[in-house]
T-cell receptor, first 112, second 115 residues
């Protein structure tokens, strides 16, 4: 069945460092891909999404490109801030009648 | 009020209590979901409702009982819970189940502690 695999965390960075969180997927058909972010004590918020191959989703300095050839949707940010400390979830959605499939989440900790 | 609202934000209950979690959305969505988020574990999908009809129950114990009276409201009734049921319970909504390209909108969750 469909699945999402994220890199294990935690990821610990200094402020202004470059961030990459890897996400790969297995799916039939042409899924949509999402990144959600969860700040401490909160629910998940949609960060960005891409609905077809080669689409780039972007928001708040974060970017991810839908790569069908490598079945990947890696999250990147050029310069992280302390306020970016959170848990990041990669997710996959299709139109086969099933719910969104989430990765296990990657914890990011940014220090000043 | 917009978005998905969950109440209460925090709940402490004894193992013999009965309580309910409430979720409300004013987004015009037709699908609603309950997720359980425990420490060190992946998000667990519990129940799915689409146009008020339950479409998925992921082998959830009967001590959790969902109710969806209309497309805007979703409840999770709790009774005779166990300490391992302590977790963050998240509600989400989406345009319609099966329209996966739209994503979900989540509430802030209810932090449940069973003592």
């Amino acid at each position: 069945g469909d699945s999402v695999t994220q890199m294990e965390g935690p990821v610990t960075l200094s402020e202004e460092a470059f961030l990459t969180i890897n996400c790969t997927y297995t799916a039939t058909g042409y899924p949509s891909l999402f990144w959600y972010v969860q700040y401490p004590g909160e629910g998940l918020q949609l960060l960005l999404k891409a609905t077809k191959a080669d689409d780039k989703g972007s928001n708040k300095g974060f970017e991810a490109t839908y790569r069908k050839e490598t079945t990947s949707f890696h999250l990147e940010k050029g310069s992280v801030q302390v306020s970016d400390s959170a848990v990041y979830f990669c997710a996959l959605g299709n139109q086969a009648g099933t719910a969104l499939i989430f990765g296990k989440g990657t914890t990011l900790s940014v220090s000043s | 009020e917009t978005g998905v609202t969950q109440t209460p934000r925090h709940l402490v209950m004894g193992m013999t209590n009965k309580k309910s979690l409430k979720c409300e959305q004013h987004l015009g969505h037709n699908a609603m979901y309950w997720y359980k988020q425990s420490a060190k574990k992946p998000l667990e999908l519990m129940f799915v409702y689409n146009f008020k009809e339950q479409t998925e129950n992921n082998s959830v114990p009967s001590r959790f009982s969902p109710e969806c009276p209309n497309s805007s409201h979703l409840f999770l009734h709790l009774h005779t819970l166990q300490p391992e049921d302590s977790a963050l319970y998240l509600c989400a909504s989406s345009q319609e189940q099966g329209m996966g390209n739209y994503g979900y909108t989540f509430g802030s969750g209810t932090r449940l502690t069973v003592v």
